[in-house]
Nanobody, 130 residues
Framework: QVQLVESGGGLVQAGGSLRLSCAAS????????MGWFRQAPGKEREFVAT????????YYADSVKGRFTISRDNAKSAVYLQMNSLKPEDTAVYYC???????????????????????WGQGTQVTVTS
């Protein structure tokens, strides 16, 4: 079924940059929006960014707006998160996420609601030091 494989996490100093990658398989990638979420220790999972099916629309959490950029390459079935000007509060496990099958076409609004996401990557740790 739908499979999401993440890479690119690691340890970086405050002010530095990382680029996360997510490779998708199992269904037609270009039919769906994609998203990134994160979860810090002891906290709820929170939305980070999303991108629509053709990459023409994006939406970001206020906490990362202007610092993070989401992009996608439908030919490679991949979505990316470029993270610049990283802060210690960005430290979290980052998850790639895909909407449920019913979100194909016009089945869901943009940006999707968290409840609309039904497929998740394994998570990749991002640690930002002071």
């Amino acid at each position: 079924q739908v499979q999401l494989v993440e890479s690119g996490g690691g340890l970086v100093q405050a002010g530095g940059s990382l680029r996360l990658s997510c490779a998708a398989s199992g269904r037609t990638f270009s039919d769906y929006a994609m998203g990134w979420f994160r979860q810090a220790p002891g906290k709820e999972r929170e939305f980070v960014a999303t991108i629509n099916w053709n990459g023409e629309r994006t939406y970001y959490a206020d906490s990362v707006k202007g610092r993070f950029t989401i992009s996608r390459d439908n030919a490679k079935s991949a979505v990316y998160l470029q993270m610049n000007s990283l802060k210690p509060e960005d430290t979290a496990v980052y998850y790639c996420a895909a909407p449920r099958d019913y979100c194909s076409g016009y089945g869901c609004p943009f940006p999707p609601r968290q409840v609309n996401y039904g497929h998740w990557g394994q998570g990749t740790q991002v640690t930002v030091t002071s």
